[in-house]
């Protein structure tokens, strides 16, 4: 089946400006992640969602950072007035949460870039 | 507070031989779970393994091979006969049972030449 999609690949955005990275977990899985990976802090956790409730967004680093899920599935994390620290990697996995699966699968990526 | 720490930063091999990588973790959790995934150059982050805190069995899969000791916390990987197509940068991850996040903690990474 289709796996974790994110978009866009690659976006190259100014300082200061807004900017909405989007997930779309497999069907059927109700637990998603967002992860970031930089050179400096390696693959950090960010924020889970249990359906459309985000019960631990310990990991988000400030609050301009937000994410939202609709309908059980598809994640948007928005990023305000981004900052050049922000550039980095924002991964984004889902998993099950019936069974005895416990594995995340990961998507492939959105490559932030804060000029 | 969880740590997995990947001492192994970068390793190079020539085809066919062995290869270990180390993963030595901290958790005060007494269940948890191990993993070990793979970043190929395209960036994809793809599941290797699993392996819970309660089965300290080792396990083969192919040329995979993972060893598991609760005693020492560590969660090593070995590659038999590398490939070319092995190299990547490999990640340890734990992830706690207790809560119902199970966020992962990853290590640092060990990237993985596979010389021809």
């Known amino acids: 089946g289709a796996g974790v999609s994110q978009s866009p690949s690659n976006k190259v955005t100014e300082k200061g400006k807004d900017v909405e990275l989007r997930c779309d977990p497999i069907s059927g899985h109700t637990a998603l992640y967002w992860y970031r990976q930089s050179l400096g802090q390696g693959l950090e956790f960010l924020i889970y969602?249990?359906?459309?409730?985000?019960?631990?967004k310990s990991g988000l680093p400030s609050d301009r950072f937000s994410a939202e899920r609709t309908g059980g599935s598809v994640s948007t994390l928005t990023i305000q007035r981004t900052q050049q620290e922000d550039s980095a990697v924002y991964l984004c996995?889902?998993?099950?949460?019936?069974?005895?699966?416990?594995?995340?699968?990961f998507g492939p990526g959105t490559r932030l870039t804060v000029t | 507070a969880q740590k997995v720490t990947q001492a192994q930063t970068e390793i190079s091999v020539v085809e066919k031989e062995d290869v270990t990588l180390d993963c030595v973790y901290e958790t005060r959790d007494t269940t948890y779970y191990l993993f070990w995934y793979k970043q190929p150059p395209s960036g994809e982050l793809v599941f290797l393994i699993r392996r819970n805190s309660f089965d300290e069995q080792n396990e083969i899969s192919g040329r995979y091979s993972w060893n598991f000791q609760k005693s020492t916390s560590s969660f090593n990987f070995t590659i038999t006969a590398s490939q070319v197509v092995d190299s990547a940068v490999y990640f340890c991850?734990?992830?706690?049972?207790?809560?119902?996040?199970?966020?992962?903690?990853f290590g640092s990474g060990t990237q993985l030449t596979v010389l021809p």
């Open positions: 996995a889902s998993r099950m949460t019936s069974g005895s699966s416990y594995e995340q699968y």
């Open positions: 991850a734990l992830s706690s049972l207790s809560g119902s996040a199970r966020q992962l903690t």
């Open positions: 969602f249990q359906g459309n409730s985000a019960p631990d």
